[in-house]
């Protein structure tokens, strides 16, 4: 199986991973961290999929898209962390005036999960920001040990697919890393140019990493 990563510009597609077997169905539609709580509460039923339609028809795309042949197969979210719920988030400490970009939201659609599609969507993702100018990028993952968790609830990715805690991956080449003493990033994640195959994503320690 080869996974080929795109930007998310096909509705039909985003809606193939995102959307509701109903199409009068409420779901999020990888809205929720994207927009205001006021509009996301008032986008009802297919209002949503009209607005992410738009998203999809915008310069710059929603997130990424991964495709078994012609075939979407998983979403990943990825946008600039000020145009997001993010940027206002008091869980996640803001350390610097880097404009770092936020991953998330991360979906393999049934009958594909268990075959390394959500790592190759974190490396599309990294190589989406870096095109598109993103000097760093972050990620929320959840630690969940070895619970088991809803997958509802494992949007933002899980510490065991090597979205790992406590780091942010800078994209410019040759930025000094911070001071030692310097406060860090609540979550963060892997690795920077030199990402590794998207089956062995892991923490790259180089100076150019950011951990806690």
């Given amino acids: 199986m080869t996974i080929e990563i795109r930007p998310a510009t096909v509705f039909e597609d985003v809606r193939a991973v995102l959307g509701p077997k109903a199409p009068q169905s409420t779901v999020c539609w990888c809205l929720s961290y ?54 206002h988030n008091r869980k996640i400490p803001h350390f610097d005036d880097v404009a770092v970009w936020s991953l998330w939201c991360i979906r393999v659609r049934p009958g594909h999960r268990k075959s390394g599609i959500s790592h190759s969507l974190i490396a599309g993702a990294v190589e989406f920001a870096r095109d598109h100018g993103a000097p ?63 089956e062995s994503l892991s923490t790259d320690p180089s100076g150019q990493l950011r951990v806690r």
Avoid at 43 to 71: H, N, Q, W
Avoid at 157 to 164: Q, T, Y
């Fill in 34 to 87: 994207r927009i205001p709580s006021k509009l996301d509460n008032e986008l009802r039923g297919p209002a949503r999929g009209e607005y992410v339609a738009e998203l999809c028809r915008a310069e710059l795309a929603p997130g990424v898209l991964a495709y078994d042949g012609d075939t979407p197969v998983g979403w990943a979210a990825v946008a600039p962390r000020s145009e997001t719920s993010f940027a």
């Fill in 136 to 198: 760093a990028i972050e990620a929320y993952p959840l630690d969940n040990g070895d619970a088991k968790v809803d997958l509802t609830m494992a949007y933002a990715g899980l510490r065991k697919s090597r979205l790992h805690q406590s780091h942010r991956h800078h994209l410019s080449p040759g930025r000094p890393p911070p001071h030692p003493h310097a406060p860090r990033p609540q979550l963060t994640f892997s690795s920077a140019a030199s990402l590794p195959p998207s």
